[in-house]
């Protein structure tokens, strides 16, 4: 009985990514949210004037810059995070469908979805 519970299936593959983009998802909203209360309490007063387009501060462009500012407590910072933590979620499940289709020898399967997953990776980094 204990070998047939440890045997590699889809059934098991299938509650393992559901579990994956649950977890990442709430993460991800739960970091937001924590941003967006932050925000809140330090921006109460000012008003924004949206005729004009301003992007984003550098700082909040890089991955490094997003990360050093969750230590000062920025708001934007941990909603950047979070959107950061959303994007990587389903990037992780294709990381996981690597090692679930490595883990049932499917190997055409393994090579597919590691394209996926370079394409995934790459169309992140490149500006």
Do not use: C, K
């Not at 810059?65 to 990037?91: K, Y």
């Amino acid at each position: 009985m204990a070998q047939a519970y440890n045997q590699w299936n889809d059934e098991r593959m299938d509650q393992i990514i559901s579990v994956l983009l649950r977890t990442g998802v709430l993460l991800a909203s739960a970091v937001v949210f924590i941003g967006g209360v932050l925000y809140l309490i330090h921006h109460q007063g000012p008003r924004h004037e949206y005729h004009t387009f301003r992007a984003e501060p550098p700082d909040y462009r890089t991955f490094r810059g997003i990360l050093e500012g969750l230590l000062s407590i920025e708001g934007r910072n941990w909603i950047q995070f979070g959107l950061v933590l959303l994007v990587a979620t389903p990037m992780a499940r294709v990381a996981f469908s690597v090692f679930a289709f490595f883990e049932e020898r499917d190997w055409l399967y393994v090579f597919l979805t590691l394209i996926v997953l370079s394409v995934l990776v790459l169309s992140l980094f490149r500006h």
